[in-house]
T-cell receptor, first 116, second 119 residues
Framework: DAKTTQPNSMESNEEEPVHLPCNHS???????IHWYRQLPSQGPEYVIH???SNVNNRMASLAIAEDRKSSTLILHRATLRDAAVYYC?????????????????FGQGTELSVKP | GAGVSQSPSNKVTEKGKDVELRCDPI?????LYWYRQSLGQGLEFLIY????????KSGLPSDRFSAERTGGSVSTLTIQRTQQEDSAVYLC?????????????????FGNGTRLTVT
């Protein structure tokens, strides 16, 4: 499985933008880049995903490098409720033995703290 | 609408006992996943269901772990003869992932988990 590398932790100030980096130099052509976050004492929550083009939704933006070997999750205005562990995951959508479900393989993620 | 529901939210059991953990997925979601998260660790995939069948059981750590899904809905994860190392939060997720390619990227919706403590 293609791996991702994220910083263990980051700090941000409230109401400022946050850029969470992710490196995935061994990404394959059938890997989508997914981001989930996990707030304390909760299950993970889907944030956004993309393949090649930058993506925006109500929660965040995803900027994908032209060579797809890295990406950045952008929170435009951090709030205290955004404090969580953010996971960058490569999801192989190719239907093959051992990947029938497109399972997500979680790494350690980036723990984001937000200061008031 | 209602999200993924898991019960119980907390379970304390003695070493050697069997436990059953329940997951009610979002209505209409055909795919169901079980994960576990040990203290301070990342999420570990256990098993995937599509409908009532489990084409990927590769994450089950031992034959003491089993899971079933009935009616394409509720799933039960059973741990027999529990050990202290089984203590973890067990998370269930569901998605609309189906056999057509458009649905392959359907996001997973997670419940808040069952915290299992084996004493």
């Amino acid at each position: 499985d293609a791996k991702t590398t994220q910083p263990n932790s980051m700090e941000s100030n409230e109401e400022e933008p946050v850029h969470l980096p992710c490196n995935h130099s061994t990404i394959s052509g059938t890997d989508y880049i997914h981001w989930y976050r996990q707030l304390p004492s909760q299950g993970p929550e889907y944030v956004i995903h993309g393949l090649t083009s930058n993506v925006n939704n109500r929660m965040a933006s995803l900027a994908i490098a032209e060579d797809r070997k890295s990406s950045t999750l952008i929170l435009h205005r951090a709030t205290l409720r955004d404090a969580a562990v953010y996971y960058c995951i490569l999801r192989d959508v190719q239907l093959r033995t051992g990947n029938q479900g497109g399972k997500l393989i979680f790494g350690q993620g980036t723990e984001l703290s937000v200061k008031p | 609408g209602a999200g993924v529901s898991q019960s119980p939210s907390n379970k304390v059991t003695e070493k050697g006992k069997d436990v059953e953990l329940r997951c009610d997925p979002i209505s209409g979601h055909t795919a169901l996943y079980w994960y576990r998260q040990s203290l301070g660790q990342g999420l570990e995939f256990l098993i995937y269901f599509q409908g009532n069948s489990a084409p990927d059981k590769s994450g089950l750590p031992s034959d003491r772990f089993s899971a079933e899904r009935t009616g394409g809905s509720v799933s039960t994860l059973t741990i027999q003869r529990t050990q202290q190392e089984d203590s973890a939060v067990y998370l269930c997720a569901s998605s609309q992932r189906g056999p057509n390619r458009i649905s392959y990227n359907s996001p997973l919706h997670f419940g808040n988990g069952t915290r299992l403590t084996v004493t």
